[in-house]
């Protein structure tokens, strides 16, 4: 599960975060072995803060999680459980200049319309899984997007805004589509607006608790003990339902 959210924070990471303020919401279709289930995102923004809100439906599963990005803690996001009132700060690696980063490859399907917005259909391709996405200039803002992401967060992010750029496809996403054997996910924009956005949102509540810091660098290096210890005191703060 951790990794779906971090993966949907990593798509989202094309969309904004420089531009000055506002709010995305996205709708997520889940599929696979027969079912279809249906997650929302919100997206707030200001000044390259982030606070990234995400409401997960599965199977018996109902489960909000809430990240922070935040400029003075680069290649961290910091996850609240608003639950247990704790905290927990995972360590993202930078893909510029990694020579082990994923590469990103983009190309032009053409040009459609959705949601009444001129799109540019492309597929983009990482780690040789590619994905549909529909990106639109028509939203103003386009032109800031990136600065904090491209700094701190993994998965290729700076490589495929640079692949987008070449390819004249940048620009706020409409839509994306990943399909797989097992299933897929399709995220849809339902809406966005430049409203103020309270500075409180990208806060630390007082309250909460530092709980267990994850970095999956120092995992890999763990013994299977101990990352079996690891993994188990993440699940049990996180792992639950919400």
């Known amino acids: 599960m951790k990794q779906l959210l971090i993966t949907i924070a990593v798509l989202l990471g094309v969309i904004s975060a420089q531009a000055q303020q506002g709010t995305i919401e996205y709708k997520m279709t889940m599929s696979g072995q027969g079912q279809s289930n249906v997650s929302t995102s919100k997206m707030q923004f200001a000044s390259g803060k982030v606070r990234l809100e995400t409401n997960l439906a599965m199977p018996g599963i109902s489960h909000k999680q809430v990240m ?16 247990s009132k704790t905290y927990t700060e995972v360590t993202t690696k930078s ?16 040009k459609e319309k959705l949601q009444n917005l001129n ?15 529909w990106t639109t200039k028509d939203i103003a803002g386009y032109e800031g997007m990136m600065g904090y992401w491209k700094s701190s967060m993994s998965g290729g992010n700076d490589q495929m805004y640079n ?8 620009g706020f996403v409409v839509k994306t589509q990943l399909k797989n054997p097992e299933g897929g996910m399709t995220m849809d924009l339902v809406k966005y607006d430049t409203k103020p956005v309270s500075a409180a949102v990208f806060t630390i509540p007082s309250d909460y608790k530092k709980g267990v810091s994850f970095d999956p660098e120092k995992i890999k290096n763990m013994t ?15 792992g639950g339902k919400q």
């Open 163 to 170: 692949e987008l750029k070449k390819a004249g496809a940048e």
């Open 68 to 83: 922070l990005m935040l400029p003075d803690k680069p290649n961290t996001m910091v996850m609240l459980n608003e639950a």
């Open 119 to 133: 799109c540019t259909h492309i597929v983009v391709t990482m780690s040789n899984r590619p994905m549909d996405m």
């Open 224 to 238: 299977p003990a101990e990352r079996r210890k690891a993994m188990e005191q993440m699940m049990k703060q996180y």
């Open 95 to 110: 893909a510029a200049n990694d020579p082990n980063a994923a590469k990103v490859t983009v190309k032009v399907v053409g």
